[in-house]
């Protein structure tokens, strides 16, 4: 079982990895939700050192069975890993929806290229966005 | 139970206020009084905890370390009263007549439930569920970063929440290694359990744990969303992050370093990459106009000076990182609280559209001279006591480069104060035309002055506070029997 979780982790993280490597930020978000998933099989894999019974049962013994406490872990990081998602999407739809490209680009350092008043609405809270 | 309704207050609040709506003035008199209270109640954590007693909260009366437990020795009670005394500044200096009635709105909520997560990751005895409360600051933190609700702010969250969200993978990983050697993540359990566990798995999780902190604390290589982000933030939420977010990296490796003492060659890295943040971090700072994208990498020098400590993995070293962590909060927000004064009256984020002549400048002038001297380690304020410290404690292991490393820091520190006093409250001969003449906006110094009195008073009680600190870092590194029993929380 340990090598085809392994096996399952390294083509997630793969695949994970080259998608936030790409340019565009909806390939990005996906891929940080595959790289989410693949160390979430990491984290499932721990409780599992040689188990072949799925639940402890009454009378029966503790002989290979599996650790419950990382399947609790991971239920939990299932849940944070979706809200990331929901989070990074809902980022993208905001971007899409103000005509902006949904590319990776170059953080912006400073206000030179906006108008003043603008920036000076923006320090004192006058600005009404999503 | 006292301990679990502290920490559940914050996120009571948070809740009522984001269910409810109320208006700007109701929800800040709402919040101040929460605040407030959390206040007073951390400094009586506190007090309980400085004579050696760890307070401790089994939840459903599972006894550890199978069920949760929230435990706060020194340690946690100090953070816990840092971030008490930063959230009451912060929602002080968060007004609805200078930032709008809809941004101090949206931040209340938010401000409560990042509180919430601050709070349970300084008390939480087991790491999974530092885990936790690491996403939910860190989800309440992306929130945060959207309440301006700019395109600027849209845009610079991306590295953001793209480099934390790969770093909280690395501690999910590392925590998946380390429960498969260790069959534990109550800290203290692991403390015991790990010393015969296989060297590779424990380097390779604890390393993962490593980087996804110093992530968090923003160290050299890792740190660029943090001068990305700050500058569009919402100036007092600023202040509360850049005292307190990099500090969570901090507070973390400082509680797991009694497992990096296995790994000795992770704390080799902890100093080197202490050392090159610090000297790498004040340069990309002396090189920045933006007033607050400055202040940011400045952070990062400052941060790298606590990690260094930290990676000499002395009670000495441990007990400067403490002090110096607490002052270097104070002061850098202090500094952003200046820095939101400054940017409103002007009008602008940029050091050089800054004009000299607003009204109110003597009064921040005062308040920044102050947090800058603390910061510069001039020597009757913090930043002497905390930097002698370091320098001692790096000199008593023999860590002669990093003490030069830290000492040329030191230098650039003051020229980049310097900077700062020339652009913003220094007379200057050229362009005196071309200086924009509109009406500043309404000047509130009362955070700013709150912080000042902090900042004088946390110098005067340099002794005391470092002896608190020393005494923490006793018990931290502690691994005996009988504090571990402590920490699991059968007392």
């Known amino acids: 079982m340990i090598p085809v979780l392994a096996a399952s982790v390294f083509l997630l993280l793969a695949a994970g990895v080259y998608l936030v490597l790409q340019t565009s930020l909806l390939r990005v978000a996906l891929g940080l939700a595959l790289v989410s998933h693949s160390v979430h099989l990491i984290l499932l894999t721990s409780g599992r050192r040689g188990a072949v019974a799925p639940v402890l049962l009454p009378g029966a013994g503790t002989e290979g069975v599996t650790d419950p406490l990382p399947q609790a872990f991971v239920l939990t990081a299932i849940v944070i890993a979706m809200a990331m998602t929901v989070y990074l999407f809902a980022a993208l739809a905001a971007l899409a929806k103000r005509g902006e490209r949904m590319e990776v680009e170059p953080v912006p350092d400073s206000d030179e290229a906006r108008a003043p008043e603008t920036v000076r609405a923006e320090l004192e809270g006058k600005v009404t966005g999503p | 139970?006292?301990?679990?309704?502290?920490?559940?207050?914050?996120?009571?609040?948070?809740?009522?206020?984001?269910?409810?709506?109320?208006?700007?003035?109701?929800?800040?008199?709402?919040?101040?009084?929460?605040?407030?209270?959390?206040?007073?109640?951390?400094?009586?954590?506190?007090?309980?905890?400085?004579?050696?007693?760890?307070?401790?909260?089994?939840?459903?009366?599972?006894?550890?370390?199978?069920?949760?437990?929230?435990?706060?020795?020194?340690?946690?009670?100090?953070?816990?009263?840092?971030?008490?005394?930063?959230?009451?500044?912060?929602?002080?200096?968060?007004?609805?007549?200078?930032?709008?009635?809809?941004?101090?709105?949206?931040?209340?909520?938010?401000?409560?439930?990042?509180?919430?997560?601050?709070?349970?990751?300084?008390?939480?005895?087991?790491?999974?569920?530092?885990?936790?409360?690491?996403?939910?600051?860190?989800?309440?933190?992306?929130?945060?970063?959207?309440?301006?609700?700019?395109?600027?702010?849209?845009?610079?969250?991306?590295?953001?929440?793209?480099?934390?969200?790969?770093?909280?993978?690395?501690?999910?990983?590392?925590?998946?290694?380390?429960?498969?050697?260790?069959?534990?993540?109550?800290?203290?359990?692991?403390?015991?359990?790990?010393?015969?566990?296989?060297?590779?798995?424990?380097?390779?999780?604890?390393?993962?744990?490593?980087?996804?902190?110093?992530?968090k604390a923003a160290l050299v290589p890792l740190c660029f969303w943090m001068p990305a982000t700050y500058p569009t933030l919402t100036a007092p939420v600023a202040a509360l992050f850049a005292g307190i977010m990099t500090k969570l990296g901090v507070y973390s490796l400082l509680r797991i370093s009694p497992l990096l003492a296995h790994e000795p060659v992770l704390l080799t890295v902890l100093l080197w990459l202490g050392g090159f943040s610090a000297i790498l971090g004040v340069l990309a700072a002396l090189s920045q106009y933006e007033l607050r994208r400055l202040l940011s990498f400045h952070s990062v020098s400052q941060v790298g000076y606590v990690v260094l400590a930290l990676g000499l993995h002395t009670v000495f070293g441990i007990a400067a990182a403490i002090f110096f962590a607490l002052h270097h909060s104070l002061v850098k927000s202090t500094l952003y609280l200046v820095a939101d004064e400054l940017e409103r009256s002007n009008g602008s984020r940029d050091l050089r559209q800054m004009d000299f002549r607003r009204p109110g400048n003597v009064v921040l002038a005062t308040a920044f001279g102050i947090a800058a001297f603390a910061l510069a380690g001039s020597p009757p304020l913090s930043g002497f006591f905390g930097k002698l410290a370091i320098f001692w404690a790096s000199f008593e292991s023999g860590e002669w480069t990093g003490l030069a490393l830290l000492v040329v820091a030191s230098i650039f520190t003051l020229a980049s104060m310097l900077k700062i006093w020339g652009f913003a409250f220094q007379r200057r001969p050229v362009e005196e035309e071309s200086v924009s003449t509109t009406p500043a906006s309404t000047f509130r110094p009362t955070a700013v002055l709150m912080m000042s009195a902090l900042i004088v008073v946390f110098s005067l009680a340099a002794g005391p506070i470092f002896r608190y600190g020393f005494e923490a870092a006793e018990q931290v590194l502690d691994v005996s029997d009988s504090s571990v029993v402590l920490l699991r929380g059968d007392r």
């Open chain 2, 1 to 215: 139970m006292i301990l679990a309704a502290f920490f559940l207050l914050p996120l009571a609040t948070g809740c009522l206020l984001l269910l409810w709506q109320p208006a700007a003035r109701l929800s800040r008199r709402i919040s101040l009084l929460v605040s407030g209270a959390l206040v007073g109640e951390a400094f009586r954590i506190a007090a309980n905890c400085g004579d050696g007693e760890v307070l401790s909260h089994t939840f459903g009366s599972w006894p550890p370390p199978f069920g949760i437990v929230f435990v706060v020795d020194r340690l946690g009670a100090l953070f816990i009263t840092l971030h008490a005394l930063l959230l009451f500044v912060t929602l002080v200096a968060l007004r609805p007549e200078t930032h709008g009635e809809n941004t101090v709105r949206r931040a209340h909520p938010l401000l409560m439930v990042a509180t919430f997560g601050l709070f349970g990751a300084f008390m939480t005895g087991d790491l999974f569920n530092l885990f936790v409360m690491f996403e939910v600051v860190l989800v309440s933190s992306y929130l945060l970063i959207q309440v301006p609700g700019t395109e600027r702010s849209l845009v610079s969250a991306m590295p953001m929440i793209v480099i934390n969200t790969s770093a909280s993978a690395l501690f999910v990983a590392g925590l998946g290694l380390l429960y498969g050697i260790g069959g534990s993540l109550n800290i203290a359990d692991l403390i015991q359990r790990i010393g015969g566990t296989p060297h590779g798995l424990r380097l390779a999780g604890l390393g993962m744990l490593v980087a996804a902190f110093a992530t």
